[in-house]
């Protein structure tokens, strides 16, 4: 069993910048991804950005690539999410992901089955 943690959303304006946390406890030793997706009020939960163990791939969604980076912390037990130049459309429940399935399904959110609570980032305009 795996446990995930987020922290760090809260309320920013446009522009602004969040870096969230995703603590991992358990049997992290067999994850093969992690990831943050996002979820919208009355919208599906959509991917953000990924990292295979090791850090050797990643992916970003479009609505996110050049502004969000992933990164992995040294005790590797630790995700980051660094979010800049922050847009409304960035406002939603935002969830750490780890898988330990077979293939490297980065961007397939049904890939991972491990799910942390959420925490909130909020952009205002």
């Known amino acids: 069993q795996v446990q995930l943690v987020e922290s760090g959303g809260g309320a920013v304006q446009a522009g602004g910048s969040l870096r969230l946390s995703c603590a991992a406890s358990?049997?992290?030793?067999?994850?093969?991804?992690r990831a943050w997706f996002r979820q919208a009020p009355g919208k599906e939960r959509e991917g953000g950005a990924a990292i295979s163990t090791g850090g050797k791939r990643t992916y970003y969604a479009d609505s996110v690539t050049g502004r969000f980076t992933i990164s992995q912390g040294t005790a590797k037990n630790t995700l980051y999410l660094q979010m800049n130049s922050l847009k409304p459309e960035d406002t939603a429940m935002y969830y750490c992901?780890?898988?330990?399935?077979?293939?490297?399904?980065?961007?397939?959110?049904?890939?991972?089955?491990?799910w942390g609570q959420g925490t909130q980032v909020t952009v205002s305009s």
């Open positions: 992901a780890l898988s330990n399935r077979v293939g490297c399904q980065l961007s397939n959110v049904n890939w991972y089955n491990y």
């Open positions: 358990g049997d992290t030793d067999s994850s093969d991804g």
